[in-house]
């Protein structure tokens, strides 16, 4: 067929018996890309299999009407739902809906082929939004499940969209996808368009073309709306030490714990992911609108603050060494030695003005990680960042970056904070997977080492294992604040890690049940909760509920890593899966999922 010059609309077509990979990293704007493809096959008569592996079917449907979808006729559109099994999360039945599991690839090639018999007939449009998640749990699989299934598919006289994040694999991996593609399209996002590079099509030339994007209104956060008795609690536990939020295991928690959650989110979305913390711990900390839930002795404190400033009682500014120095002893900035987080230093000497330079010893981030090559800290130097912000009277934005850390090889960590911008922190975020990869890899062989031989998992010589609560909840996300992406980070990331220690304990000798009481086990000795094994599974006091409960947003079932965790470890050990039915943040008296 002659090649032609490229239009959108043209691109957003499929060809029949055609297979065409989109590729681009998270945000860049595929899903958009493939709903208007979807739209399209609709408009053209043509009947629609999506296989959805970041929503549910519903979640779809309304992204479909808010770009302009009616009502499909009976069985146009049916969906493949390899997302609710796959994170214990519950979705809406629904009967042009067959569910599969990312965790199975063959799962996801049966219902696709049930729906195609269903149709009964060709030139089908498949949408496959996206092959991320199955390849993070398939990565050896993944290429052989492109060739042998969507290729196979589209060869058959069908037409396939299929999407995948860039930078959240290996590069080769990637190559072997596209070299099966009949069409490549790579997308990139710019300041004001998206940008699609045709790299190779079956009906047109190879091309650019920009996407403008409209300009969005500044991002507005939800105040944080704390639940009082709650917070009263929090406050007494933290800046006192007593134990009051969690009488029967105690507020500490082994930082093992956090940092799984935080490198498993990272498996999923090493890109997006690193940059939604730091800016979610950030505002956090530098939220004024949280004060209006403190005790009245604080609020009445950040109340006369600008006061006292003015009188010279405290700096209005903390541009100078000697204006920090004075706020060093505030309760803010002495955070990260109440919550055992790290042993905060000020460092007056290599500080000047509009530079503050701090270290820190113990860095619970970042311990355990000695030399794996890149800048580990991702909660002390944004919460400080912040802080900075709230103790300004005028509330300038600063900003933190890491200068030296123990995961470059330092026998301690570094950071500095400056005002406004600082050139190089985006890309000090960001994390090639690869890395990522090294990184968790090191976790588990630490955690196969205190499961299968009884190993410490990390050790502080002066702090100790055990960091606050408080480092658990800046790690799980406060879920006003993080939105949707950060949420299936942590219920994909989770479930990857579960299924990855739930194999290896099997391919180690251990039998099912063996395998599912030492994980049980090992969550008990984190203080993650009472964990419970029986008919449920039950977790009395289970830490990541107190992100929800300390704030009166969301009072439903919320315990997002944990589902994923909970989940992806029966799937590997027993091929069960759990749904959580009860949760403390809903008012119940623990979290409770259903073993199904």
Request: proline share 6%; net charge neutral; charged share 25%.
């Amino acid at each position: 067929m002659e090649k032609r010059g490229l239009s959108l609309a043209e691109v957003q077509e499929v060809p029949k018996s055609n297979l065409i990979l989109l590729a681009g990293p998270p945000g860049a704007g595929k899903s958009t890309f493939c709903h208007q493809a979807v739209l399209h096959g609709l408009t053209m008569d043509k009947q629609v299999i999506f296989v959805t592996t970041e929503h549910g079917p519903s979640e779809v449907i309304d992204l479909l009407k808010e770009r302009g979808i009616g009502e499909p006729p009976v069985g146009a559109l049916s969906f493949v739902d390899a997302f609710g099994e796959t994170v214990g999360t519950t979705t809406p039945e629904r009967p042009d809906t067959i569910t599969a599991n990312c965790e199975d690839l063959n799962s996801i090639s049966m219902a696709i082929d049930r729906l195609r018999q269903r149709a009964g007939k060709k030139d089908i449009l498949l949408a496959f939004d996206s092959l991320t998640s199955p390849y993070l749990f398939n990565e050896k699989e993944a290429f052989r499940f492109m060739r042998l299934c969507l290729a196979k598919f589209a060869s058959e006289g069908n037409s396939v969209l299929a999407l995948m994040d860039e930078g959240c694999g290996k590069e080769e991996d990637l190559g072997a996808m596209m070299s099966v593609a009949d069409g490549i399209i790579r997308m990139e996002m710019k300041k004001r368009s998206r940008t699609l590079n045709v790299v190779k099509h079956p009906r047109v030339d190879t091309a650019r073309i920009d996407v403008p994007i409209e300009p969005r209104q500044p991002q507005t956060r939800p105040p944080m709306d704390w639940d009082l008795d709650v917070l009263k609690q929090f406050l007494q536990s933290y800046m006192k030490g007593k134990t009051t939020l969690r009488r029967e295991v105690g507020d500490p928690v082994h930082l093992f714990w956090p940092s799984l959650t935080h490198w498993s989110c990272m498996l999923w979305d090493p890109k997006g992911f690193p940059t939604m913390l730091y800016e979610m711990n950030k505002y956090e900390s530098a939220s004024r609108e949280s004060i209006p839930g403190f005790p009245w002795s604080m609020r009445l404190l950040l109340k006369v603050f600008p006061y006292l400033q003015s009188m010279g009682l405290f700096p209005k500014s903390l541009s100078k060494v000697k204006d920090m120095k004075k706020m060093l002893k505030t309760p803010a900035l002495q955070g990260p030695n109440l919550e055992r987080s790290g042993i905060l230093e000020y460092l007056e000497d290599i500080s000047k003005t509009d530079e503050h330079c701090f270290r820190v010893y113990e860095n619970s981030d970042c311990v355990g990680f000695e030399n794996i090559g890149v800048p580990m800290a991702s909660h002390i130097p944004p919460v400080l960042a912040g802080y900075c912000k709230m103790l300004e009277r005028d509330g300038r934005e600063w900003n933190a970056i890491e200068t030296k850390c123990f995961g470059l090889g330092d026998p301690y960590c570094e950071f500095k904070i400056v005002p406004g911008e600082i050139d190089g922190l985006k890309k000090s975020l960001v994390k090639d997977a690869s890395v990522v990869e090294r990184i968790h890899e090191r976790l588990i062989e630490r955690l196969m080492g205190f499961l299968l031989e009884g190993k410490p998992l990390v050790e502080r010589p002066r702090l100790g294992s055990d960091v606050h609560l408080h480092v658990v909840l800046h790690g799980m996300g406060f879920l006003n604040l993080v939105g949707e992406r950060y949420r299936r980070a942590q219920m994909m990331g989770a479930a990857r890690s579960a299924k990855i220690i739930g194999e290896r304990l099997l391919e180690a000798g251990l039998n099912e049940d063996e395998t599912l009481k030492r994980v049980i086990d090992f969550m008990n000795y984190c203080k993650v909760g009472k964990v419970t094994l029986g008919e449920t599974i039950r977790i009395r006091e289970n830490c990541e509920s107190f992100r929800t409960t300390i704030l009166k947003h969301e009072k439903q079932p919320s315990c997002y890593f944990t589902t994923g965790f909970l989940n992806g470890l029966f799937s590997a050990v027993k091929g069960q899966h759990v749904r959580e039915t009860k949760c403390m943040a809903a008012g119940d008296p623990y979290c409770e999922w259903e073993i199904i």
